[in-house]
């Protein structure tokens, strides 16, 4: 199997082995797929890649990706996938089956998500085709996910390489799978649509609505007890931790569900609630109940949360930055009992 692996990756030229730690800086497809227009306070000026950490050429020489190839990220997925295949024999055929054997992204996610979701009434051969004709029909889909890697890659220091945040990480793959959700409950396949949240929900304990409209460049970092109900709108480039709720107000239907801009950070254990605005380039700190507006590049911590300090330079990007601890100086030299009841 490892030499059949090796063959089907086609000969790509050999470079030095990646560093595990190293953090990098990629380049992000252009907000395809995103919903930046209907979030609130989109700007231009946080679209701008982060300027921290190793350049993404280094990282494609490192792999023996030239310049100027078409599809350089999936290129570097499958020679990840080889080496990987060739340094752990017993990731050989896994490997094989789900990325060195696959033609595109498109199809190596497909096969993933439905090896990961499947089940004895829901077959894995159904939701290979659905995976893979759903992203056909919409490539907006392919290039968020191109994004949502690079995100992957680029803010979490946990993650070593391009075809571990594709493979490994459960957030992006949740993330991926409401995607293809979203695209069945937008075209009247809501029963289905329905049926791949639920799946999501038991394999990876995030539940998406697939009615959330959901930006590209999303970061879910670990992803356990992520909530983002029907009406909920994230843009594009913001990152969330483990456990954040976009919650509703009550039992009445409507717009009723958080509105996030592009570029926000929203801490562990956060709960948002209500049709909120989070403006761009915000910051929510983690345990934070928010059930007000948040500015642009305003941070808002405590329970109910309140904005601490003025808004952030321009140039700030919460979202992509992941300084989750910043502001804690500031609220120390506070008032406790202004951000507590």
């Known amino acids: 199997v490892v030499a059949a692996a090796a063959a089907a990756d086609g000969g790509q030229a050999k470079g030095a082995p990646r560093s595990s730690n190293a953090r990098r800086t990629l380049e992000n497809p252009a907000g395809a797929g ?9 700007s231009d000026a946080l679209d701008d890649e982060s300027s921290n950490g190793v350049s993404v050429e280094e990282i494609y020489k490192s792999l023996g990706v030239a310049e100027g190839v078409e599809e350089r990220l999936w290129l570097a997925i499958r020679e ?15 490997l094989y089956s789900t990325i060195l054997a ?3 992204l498109e199809a190596a996610l497909a096969f993933h998500c439905a090896n990961k979701l499947a089940s004895p009434t829901l077959l894995s051969t159904s939701l290979v085709e659905l995976f893979r004709a759903t992203m056909a029909e919409d490539v907006r889909i392919g290039e968020a996910v191109r994004a949502d890697i690079l995100a992957v890659a680029e803010r979490d220091p946990a993650c070593c390489s391009f075809s571990q945040a594709l493979l490994y990480f459960k957030g992006f793959m949740a993330l991926e799978v409401h995607r293809v959700a979203h695209r069945l409950w937008e075209t009247g396949r809501r029963p289905l649509a329905l049926a791949l949240q639920s799946r999501v929900s038991e394999v990876c304990h995030v539940d998406f609505h697939p009615g959330a409209q959901i930006g590209s460049g999303l970061l879910l970092d670990h992803a356990t ?10 843009g594009d480039n913001c990152s969330m931790l483990h456990h954040v709720t976009l919650g509703g107000t009550g039992n009445v239907g409507g717009d009723r569900h958080p509105k996030v801009g592009d570029c926000v950070l929203i801490g562990a254990s956060s709960t948002l609630l209500g049709p909120i605005e ?6 929510i700190g983690a345990g934070s109940v928010v059930l007000t507006d948040v500015p642009a590049r305003a941070t808002f911590v405590g329970v109910p949360a309140r904005q601490l300090g003025g808004a952030m330079p321009e140039t700030s ?4 930055e992941m300084d989750q601890t910043s502001f804690i100086k ?7 009992s202004d951000f507590i009841i």
């Open 330 to 336: 500031d609220l120390v030299s506070a008032e406790w």
């Open 80 to 94: 990840e996938a080889r080496r990987d295949s060739e340094s752990e024999p017993a990731l050989a055929s896994f």
């Open 102 to 104: 696959q033609d595109s």
């Open 278 to 283: 989070v403006g761009c380039g915000a910051k």
């Open 34 to 42: 995103s919903r930046r227009s209907q979030a609130p306070g989109a």
């Open 225 to 234: 007890g992520i909530v983002v109900g029907e009406t909920a709108v994230i």
């Open 317 to 320: 990007k919460p979202g992509t």
